[in-house]
Each structure stands twice: as structure tokens, then as C-alpha cells.
């Protein structure tokens, strides 16, 4: 009697399991991408609030490091030339929002001067930048 053997079929790739792995990893890339916070501040001690709201859509960063070196977008300007070099790239980046990054250990005069900068630049919208407080207690 002649036993039938079963057929030797081709191996072959399944394509949902191989979708299914595609789609996740694109899932990952894009939760990491978007949960980088696009800061363009210098690092600083920045004073702590309860209620912080972190903004991740930047374009235009000044920062005021604790010996009052001031910076638009990692660059560093001087308190004179800060209005003109905002009112450039301002224009260049096409926005009037500002994202201030201020030491906590500057003076309040030496903020209010960097203000009155922004302010003359033409840029009203600005944003004092803060840690939570409830990243600190961790």
C-alpha cells in the first residue's frame, strides 16, 4: 500500500505579522519625535511653578544665564543689540511668539530690561518659561 506524503509547499513570509511590526515601530518613532520637548533655550536653573505649561512648538528662545549673558536661539547677543536681532529673525521665522528662559537668580531689573527689548522688537507674545514643581519634589 502506498502512503501519500504530504506536499512540500514553498516556505513564504506572512505579511500581517510583518505589517503589524512596521506599524508599531512607526508608532514608537513618532511618540519619541513628538514627546522631545524643541527647545532652543540655553541651559538654566528656571524657577519652579505649580501650574507650568510647557510649550514644544518653538521658534524663537531668549535665555539669561545667571551672570547675565543673554542669548536668542543658543546664540549670544548683547542687551543693546537684542531688539534689532530680534526684529531679523523675527521676520526671517515669521512669528511673534517668544519662549524666555530666565536664571532664576537674575534680577528682576535685569528681566524687565530684556522685556522692554522683546517689547520694543514688536513681540508681544511671550512666554516665561518654568520648571514644575512636581518635577523637582521627584
Known sequence: MKIPLPENNKPRIEM???IDVVFLLLVVFIYT???????????????????????KNVVLAVTI???????????????EHLTRILEKKAKKEKTKEILLFADKSISY???????DRIKMAG????SLQAESEDLIKK
Open 16 to 18: 500581517l505579522p510583518l
Open 123 to 126: 513681540l508681544n507674545q511671550i
Open 33 to 55: 519625535m513628538m514627546s522631545m520637548a524643541v527647545h532652543k533655550g540655553m541651559p538654566v536653573t528656571l524657577p519652579t511653578s505649580a501650574v507650568v505649561n510647557l510649550k
Open 109 to 115: 531689573q535685569q528681566l524687565f530690561k530684556v522685556l
Open 65 to 79: 544665564k545667571k551672570n547675565n549673558q543673554i542669548f536668542v536661539n543658543k546664540e549670544r547677543v548683547d542687551l
